[in-house]
């Protein structure tokens, strides 16, 4: 047998391919990958330091600067953490706002995903179209907060400003145009053969070690595993709606991609039944204008967002501002299973791990 | 001088000095691509002969086989400075070896061509050249042709076999 | 209009002769001045090529693409070409100057070429070869050693490994290539030009031809480094391949090369497969632009449609599929000549 | 069959193809925005009382003001209000918290500049308002007011002296004089700077001075 040598070869932390500053270090044989080995930090804010030096109110924009790509998300779980110190119960007509924001979020974070990985394949077109069909989810935040990206909408108790009027018809004409796009993605990705071969039974993640990992959200449903906060834990009012937790069998790049597709389908019809029930009533309950938490006060909650489960766990000292605060990054846990899925793959295999992992380095890294 | 001898003095000069490139190239990957212009110099002999589908083989055999010389190349000697790959043995036997078989091949050559009558033929080839060789190939021999092919076809997966090994069961 | 070229040609070999030089001169002068028109209409073509390639791709992806030079943004190219001219020529310190510096060159040689043998109109050939069709396909072959000593020469394992994808993709796919056009060779009897171009005034070898058509449009994309075949480039994977470390005017020739060979690719296809410069009304020339234009578009829609092949299947679909498909190709056709000809044809 | 998929890719793109572009044309065609946009921070300046609820609840300290409080009254009256947008995450706290809601976010988002000192947006107190202020700050504003003029002309008559003085070098003073001859802007405001704040007069002076030796050293003017 012809001996050859290994070498290492850096993908990032500056490469077209890492979705941010990712530095992956893979061991190569030739063009297999014997062993791949992930360095984060490059993005690194000091998100939860930053915490300690603002205050409760101070922190919201922060948080929705983890995970950018579906920033109504991380906001909707720290909102809902300190909500739940302060014991505030949020009027109902907010807590279904924050649902039809939270699905629409997640909508453009897997709309997002579908582009990346088409463009990570080489596949450009695949990639402007679902932006093309994101901008439309940024407009209706843009309508709400007047950002598109990283809207600072939630606050506690409730929301900044009602729904304008033209909100509701153009949330609904979008849930409208959902088979549509469906159509074209299925026609110019998932159905393509060549994509198909590129990711099938390719980064194989069992059950088991998807659970021994800690994976979480598409991910960890992609392998099979039928766990899903919104149905195992519900949070704020989603025990009230129907929708189906959509779930993978092999746990291969194939099935992540797949489960993804099938949760913005899902998430869509959360958003009608959301949209056909919203009351009239209170868009914000009423708090002290300075939070502060009671001394000694510890609490977690976590929340399912578009990458996996992500939790908050604040401390309280009775001051003004959390004395500390730590975030559980789906992310960052998901991305650590990137060796054991990449082994023995193609140099091409770990560019659609990374794709198909989903992860967004500013949630990460924090 | 016609415009021919010119084309002729050009090409060869332009393979003898590549040849003496290969030979004294430090870097070996330097010395496959001299290599390749050498073929390319024969190569426009051929054409210059009037036997352009000689010539043309002569180009797109070696175009890939000098490509996978050089990454053999490239694989043998990875670990080494590449400007060291390719240096001249300062053994004295080898040296000495090297000079007695290099200097009886060119005695061989010289006598071969100052002994040997150019019979020239009246026949010319032409445009047909294409054909006669088909002819030639698929008629009279046939047999030799296949089996060539098949000594060609045995040795690929040979080299295939060497190259990946056969697992044990 | 239809005789334009060729009694321009014509007329300059009577006006030099008249001079007083020997008829060979002449001929001599005659080649190099049609080979320098070919090279700049090829390079002005190019220029064109790629503002098209923008445009197209652009409408592909709902967009509008370059617009703002001139009529169309048609200027656009010319603006990148200046630009990329003034850009500071960078070879990195640990290169291997030789190769890195020539690369790009023996690129740009070897694809202009490919131009000598194709048919650009009625008698409009630099040189009709008697083994035209073979001369395309090997000189076609050389440039794998241009990609390998871009990618050797870069010293970037990026770059090396772009290399030996494009030697790996290259060598295997010039197989199925030429196997697919000895298809056309054998019904026409010849590999010359001009007479596979007369061979279809009748019908086009495409009808006859269908598979071979199939498979050398497949190999012919993958041959050019062409999406989804771009494993040398690669942008996502190996950053940009083999030309990862190349600036300025050296990374613009490697693009030109490029799509000259695209061209030059496009037009055998027209003139082997699709009738060449024949075609009722217009002049034969431009019978052979639109053909190509046309052809180039499909390239276009498809590379901007299409996903990337990862390396292994790409290997596996050349040796197990297309030379599999091309050869039975062979079989088919050669029985159908042999029954044809039984039946009296 | 296999290819298919293939196929229907290339149809959807081929489709696409003669469909209208849904790109816009920013510069020509600017974007249509909703109300809610949040652009540019503007303030009403004769609404502010100077609560400085605003900057209490800026998570990056980006708005800042500067107020004056009236004795009589016991109110507080804002003299300049400043924005320093890279630091603004646009979060809409301020606007929110705004008890006499005069601040509020317009729809021009064109907000790039070259450097740094141009993002930031600072608010004067307008001229027509100073007389509002009580009357000991309006007695020492156009004090001085009247100190600057009389700098200003002192430094017209008598630059290489003044100057000199500031440094502690005359060769120093001489050169940069002899630099800012030809430019009156930085003269008045070298003015302005020694009547408010003597010490960041001397450091820009001096920095000054060192630039104006390097770039003129055969003038005579070496400094050592």
Same mark, same amino acid.
């Given at each position: 047998m012809l001996q050859t040598d290994q070498y290492n070869i850096n993908?990032?932390?500056?490469?077209?391919?890492?979705?941010?500053g990712l530095h992956v270090e893979a061991v190569m044989d030739g063009e297999t990958i014997v062993d791949a080995i992930v360095h984060v930090g490059?993005?690194?804010?000091?998100v939860e330091k930053i915490a300690e030096s603002r205050t409760y109110t101070q922190f919201i924009p922060y948080a929705s600067r983890l995970d950018y790509l579906a920033s109504h998300l991380p906001t909707m779980g720290y909102v809902q953490t300190v909500e739940k110190m302060l014991d505030i119960h949020v009027p109902e007509r907010a807590e279904y706002i924050r649902i039809i924001m939270g699905e629409f979020s997640r909508i453009a974070s897997h709309i997002l995903f579908v582009g990346s990985l088409a463009i990570d394949l080489g596949a450009t077109t695949g990639f402007t179209y679902c932006m093309r069909d994101r901008e439309k989810i940024l407009d209706l935040f843009e309508m709400t907060?007047?950002?598109?990206?990283?809207?600072?909408?939630?606050?506690?108790?409730?929301?900044a400003e009602d729904l304008p009027e033209e909100f509701i018809p153009a949330a609904r004409n979008f849930l409208k145009n959902i088979p549509q796009m469906f159509d074209e993605y299925n026609h110019l990705?998932?159905?393509n053969e060549i994509l198909q071969a590129r990711l099938k039974n390719i980064g194989v993640l069992s059950a088991e070690d998807a659970i021994n990992y800690g994976i979480t959200g598409p991910n960890l449903r992609a392998s099979g595993?039928?766990?899903d906060l919104r149905k195992a834990e519900p949070y704020g009012?989603?025990?009230?709606f129907a929708f189906d937790v959509p779930l993978g069998e092999k746990g291969d790049n194939y099935d992540r991609f797949m489960v993804r597709l099938q949760e913005i389908e899902q998430s869509g019809r959360i958003i009608t039944q959301a949209l056909d029930q919203l009351p009239e009533g209170e868009i914000r309950a009423k708090i002290p204008r300075i939070v502060k938490p009671e001394k000694g006060l510890e609490v977690y909650h976590r929340i399912e967002s578009a990458k996996g489960e992500l939790g908050y766990y604040i401390v309280s000292d009775?001051?003004?501002?959390?004395?500390r605060l730590h975030v559980r990054a789906p992310s960052f846990i998901n991305l650590m299973v990137l060796p054991l899925i990449s082994r023995g793959g193609k140099l091409q295999d770990i560019i659609a791990n990374i794709a198909t992992l989903d992860p967004v380095l500013g949630e990460a890294d924090r | 001088m016609s415009l021919n001898d010119i084309v002729f003095i050009a090409l060869a000069g332009i393979t003898l000095l590549a040849a003496l490139g290969v030979v004294l190239s430090r870097n070996i990957i330097h010395s496959a691509l001299f290599l390749v212009l050498t073929f390319l110099g024969v190569a426009g002999i051929y054409f210059q002969l009037n036997a352009g589908f000689v010539g043309l083989v002569q180009i797109m055999v070696y175009a890939g086989a000098i490509s996978v010389l050089i990454i053999f190349a490239i694989m043998l000697v990875m670990d080494v400075e590449p400007d060291q790959?390719?240096?001249?043995?300062?053994s004295t036997p080898t040296i000495m070896a090297g000079g007695y078989v290099s200097v009886l091949l060119a005695a061989g050559l010289a006598g071969a061509i100052w002994f040997t009558k150019w019979p020239l033929s009246a026949v010319q080839v032409g445009d047909q050249g294409v054909e006669k060789l088909a002819g030639m190939l698929l008629g009279p021999y046939v047999v030799s042709f296949e089996v060539a092919a098949i000594l060609l076809l045995v040795a690929v997966f040979g080299a295939i076999l060497l190259a990946k090994g056969v697992e044990d069961k | 209009m239809e005789h334009f070229f060729v009694n321009t040609a014509h007329a300059l070999v009577a006006w030099l002769t008249g001079l007083g030089l020997a008829p060979g001169w002449a001929d001599l002068i005659l080649l190099v001045v049609q080979w320098i028109a070919v090279i700049i209409i090829v390079i002005l073509n190019i220029t064109v090529l790629i503002w098209l390639e923008r445009k197209v791709s652009g409408f592909i992806q709902q967009r509008l693409g370059?617009?703002?030079?001139g009529p169309f943004g048609m200027f656009q190219t010319i603006a990148d070409a200046i630009k990329l001219l003034t850009k500071e020529d960078i070879v990195p310190s640990q290169t291997d100057r030789m190769i890195f510096k020539t690369a790009p060159m023996v690129f740009i040689i070897i694809s202009v070429m490919l131009?000598?043998?194709?048919?650009?109109?009625?008698?409009?050939?630099i040189v009709d070869l008697n083994v035209g069709l073979f001369y395309f396909i090997s000189i076609g072959s050389l440039s794998t050693i241009a990609l390998l000593m871009a990618g050797w020469g870069s010293n970037n394992k990026w770059s090396l490994l772009g290399g030996m994808r494009s030697v790996a993709q290259m060598i295997s796919y010039e197989i199925p290539l030429a196997f697919s056009l000895l298809g056309v060779v054998m019904i026409t009897g010849s590999l010359r030009m001009s007479d596979i171009v007369a061979a279809q005034?009748?019908?086009?070898?495409v009808v006859l031809q269908p598979i071979a058509f199939i498979t050398y449009f497949i190999s012919a994309t993958a041959e050019l480094n062409r %999406? =989804?075949?771009d494993m040398p480039e690669a942008e996502q994977e190996?950053?940009?391949?083999?030309?990862?470390?190349y600036t300025g005017m050296r990374w613009a020739l490697f693009f030109l090369a490029e799509y000259t060979n695209l061209v030059a690719v496009s037009a055998l296809m027209a003139t082997v497969f699709f009738g060449?410069?024949? %075609? =009722?009304?217009?002049?034969s020339w431009l019978w052979i632009i639109i053909k190509t234009y046309l052809i180039l578009n499909v390239f276009f829609l498809i590379k901007w449609t299409f996903p990337r092949i990862r390396m292994d299947h790409l290997m596996s679909f050349s040796w197990k599929f297309l030379i599999p498909v091309s050869l039975a190709n062979i079989l088919l056709t050669g029985a159908g000549i042999e029954v044809l000809m039984r039946m009296g044809w | 069959m296999y290819g298919t998929g293939l196929l229907k890719g290339l149809g959807i793109t081929l489709k696409h193809t003669f469909e209208r572009e849904i790109t816009q044309q920013y510069p020509e065609q600017m974007p249509v925005l909703p109300a809610r946009f949040r652009g540019n921070l503007q303030l009403d300046f004769q609404d502010c009382?100077?609560?400085e609820m605003c900057t209490k609840v800026c998570p990056n300290g980006v708005l800042s003001l500067e107020s004056v409080r009236?004795?009589?009254?016991n109110k507080k009256k804002l003299m300049s209000y400043s924005i320093?947008?890279?630091?603004?995450?646009?979060?809409n706290f301020c606007v929110e918290n705004c008890p006499k809601h005069c601040l509020h976010f317009d729809?021009?988002?064109?907000?790039?500049?070259?450097?740094?000192e141009n993002i930031k947006k600072v608010y004067q107190r307008p001229q027509e308002l100073?007389?509002?202020?009580p009357e000991e700050i309006v007695a020492a504003e156009e004090k001085n007011q009247k100190r600057i003029s009389v700098m200003i002309g002192a430094l017209q008559k008598d630059a290489p002296k003044i100057l000199g003085k500031l440094l502690e070098d005359e060769e120093k003073g001489k050169v940069l004089a002899a630099a800012l001859a030809s430019d009156q802007d930085k003269l008045e405001k070298i003015a302005v700077m020694m009547v408010e704040d003597i010490e960041k007069a001397k450091k820009v002076a001096g920095a000054l001075a060192n630039k104006a030796a390097k770039d003129h050293p055969k003038e005579g003017n070496v400094v050592a």
């Amino acid at each position: 047998m012809l001996q050859t040598d290994q070498y290492n070869i850096n993908i990032g932390p500056i490469h077209p391919s890492t979705h941010g500053g990712l530095h992956v270090e893979a061991v190569m044989d030739g063009e297999t990958i014997v062993d791949a080995i992930v360095h984060v930090g490059y993005v690194h804010r000091a998100v939860e330091k930053i915490a300690e030096s603002r205050t409760y109110t101070q922190f919201i924009p922060y948080a929705s600067r983890l995970d950018y790509l579906a920033s109504h998300l991380p906001t909707m779980g720290y909102v809902q953490t300190v909500e739940k110190m302060l014991d505030i119960h949020v009027p109902e007509r907010a807590e279904y706002i924050r649902i039809i924001m939270g699905e629409f979020s997640r909508i453009a974070s897997h709309i997002l995903f579908v582009g990346s990985l088409a463009i990570d394949l080489g596949a450009t077109t695949g990639f402007t179209y679902c932006m093309r069909d994101r901008e439309k989810i940024l407009d209706l935040f843009e309508m709400t907060s007047g950002q598109r990206m990283i809207a600072s909408y939630m606050r506690f108790g409730g929301f900044a400003e009602d729904l304008p009027e033209e909100f509701i018809p153009a949330a609904r004409n979008f849930l409208k145009n959902i088979p549509q796009m469906f159509d074209e993605y299925n026609h110019l990705l998932s159905g393509n053969e060549i994509l198909q071969a590129r990711l099938k039974n390719i980064g194989v993640l069992s059950a088991e070690d998807a659970i021994n990992y800690g994976i979480t959200g598409p991910n960890l449903r992609a392998s099979g595993v039928d766990y899903d906060l919104r149905k195992a834990e519900p949070y704020g009012i989603y025990d009230r709606f129907a929708f189906d937790v959509p779930l993978g069998e092999k746990g291969d790049n194939y099935d992540r991609f797949m489960v993804r597709l099938q949760e913005i389908e899902q998430s869509g019809r959360i958003i009608t039944q959301a949209l056909d029930q919203l009351p009239e009533g209170e868009i914000r309950a009423k708090i002290p204008r300075i939070v502060k938490p009671e001394k000694g006060l510890e609490v977690y909650h976590r929340i399912e967002s578009a990458k996996g489960e992500l939790g908050y766990y604040i401390v309280s000292d009775g001051g003004e501002k959390p004395y500390r605060l730590h975030v559980r990054a789906p992310s960052f846990i998901n991305l650590m299973v990137l060796p054991l899925i990449s082994r023995g793959g193609k140099l091409q295999d770990i560019i659609a791990n990374i794709a198909t992992l989903d992860p967004v380095l500013g949630e990460a890294d924090r | 001088m016609s415009l021919n001898d010119i084309v002729f003095i050009a090409l060869a000069g332009i393979t003898l000095l590549a040849a003496l490139g290969v030979v004294l190239s430090r870097n070996i990957i330097h010395s496959a691509l001299f290599l390749v212009l050498t073929f390319l110099g024969v190569a426009g002999i051929y054409f210059q002969l009037n036997a352009g589908f000689v010539g043309l083989v002569q180009i797109m055999v070696y175009a890939g086989a000098i490509s996978v010389l050089i990454i053999f190349a490239i694989m043998l000697v990875m670990d080494v400075e590449p400007d060291q790959t390719n240096l001249f043995n300062q053994s004295t036997p080898t040296i000495m070896a090297g000079g007695y078989v290099s200097v009886l091949l060119a005695a061989g050559l010289a006598g071969a061509i100052w002994f040997t009558k150019w019979p020239l033929s009246a026949v010319q080839v032409g445009d047909q050249g294409v054909e006669k060789l088909a002819g030639m190939l698929l008629g009279p021999y046939v047999v030799s042709f296949e089996v060539a092919a098949i000594l060609l076809l045995v040795a690929v997966f040979g080299a295939i076999l060497l190259a990946k090994g056969v697992e044990d069961k | 209009m239809e005789h334009f070229f060729v009694n321009t040609a014509h007329a300059l070999v009577a006006w030099l002769t008249g001079l007083g030089l020997a008829p060979g001169w002449a001929d001599l002068i005659l080649l190099v001045v049609q080979w320098i028109a070919v090279i700049i209409i090829v390079i002005l073509n190019i220029t064109v090529l790629i503002w098209l390639e923008r445009k197209v791709s652009g409408f592909i992806q709902q967009r509008l693409g370059p617009n703002r030079l001139g009529p169309f943004g048609m200027f656009q190219t010319i603006a990148d070409a200046i630009k990329l001219l003034t850009k500071e020529d960078i070879v990195p310190s640990q290169t291997d100057r030789m190769i890195f510096k020539t690369a790009p060159m023996v690129f740009i040689i070897i694809s202009v070429m490919l131009y000598v043998v194709i048919p650009m109109g009625d008698g409009m050939e630099i040189v009709d070869l008697n083994v035209g069709l073979f001369y395309f396909i090997s000189i076609g072959s050389l440039s794998t050693i241009a990609l390998l000593m871009a990618g050797w020469g870069s010293n970037n394992k990026w770059s090396l490994l772009g290399g030996m994808r494009s030697v790996a993709q290259m060598i295997s796919y010039e197989i199925p290539l030429a196997f697919s056009l000895l298809g056309v060779v054998m019904i026409t009897g010849s590999l010359r030009m001009s007479d596979i171009v007369a061979a279809q005034s009748n019908i086009w070898f495409v009808v006859l031809q269908p598979i071979a058509f199939i498979t050398y449009f497949i190999s012919a994309t993958a041959e050019l480094n062409r %999406g =989804p075949f771009d494993m040398p480039e690669a942008e996502q994977e190996l950053t940009s391949g083999a030309y990862t470390e190349y600036t300025g005017m050296r990374w613009a020739l490697f693009f030109l090369a490029e799509y000259t060979n695209l061209v030059a690719v496009s037009a055998l296809m027209a003139t082997v497969f699709f009738g060449g410069w024949q %075609g =009722p009304w217009l002049p034969s020339w431009l019978w052979i632009i639109i053909k190509t234009y046309l052809i180039l578009n499909v390239f276009f829609l498809i590379k901007w449609t299409f996903p990337r092949i990862r390396m292994d299947h790409l290997m596996s679909f050349s040796w197990k599929f297309l030379i599999p498909v091309s050869l039975a190709n062979i079989l088919l056709t050669g029985a159908g000549i042999e029954v044809l000809m039984r039946m009296g044809w | 069959m296999y290819g298919t998929g293939l196929l229907k890719g290339l149809g959807i793109t081929l489709k696409h193809t003669f469909e209208r572009e849904i790109t816009q044309q920013y510069p020509e065609q600017m974007p249509v925005l909703p109300a809610r946009f949040r652009g540019n921070l503007q303030l009403d300046f004769q609404d502010c009382i100077a609560c400085e609820m605003c900057t209490k609840v800026c998570p990056n300290g980006v708005l800042s003001l500067e107020s004056v409080r009236d004795d009589k009254t016991n109110k507080k009256k804002l003299m300049s209000y400043s924005i320093d947008f890279q630091y603004c995450m646009y979060c809409n706290f301020c606007v929110e918290n705004c008890p006499k809601h005069c601040l509020h976010f317009d729809h021009n988002f064109e907000l790039a500049a070259y450097d740094r000192e141009n993002i930031k947006k600072v608010y004067q107190r307008p001229q027509e308002l100073v007389t509002d202020l009580p009357e000991e700050i309006v007695a020492a504003e156009e004090k001085n007011q009247k100190r600057i003029s009389v700098m200003i002309g002192a430094l017209q008559k008598d630059a290489p002296k003044i100057l000199g003085k500031l440094l502690e070098d005359e060769e120093k003073g001489k050169v940069l004089a002899a630099a800012l001859a030809s430019d009156q802007d930085k003269l008045e405001k070298i003015a302005v700077m020694m009547v408010e704040d003597i010490e960041k007069a001397k450091k820009v002076a001096g920095a000054l001075a060192n630039k104006a030796a390097k770039d003129h050293p055969k003038e005579g003017n070496v400094v050592a």
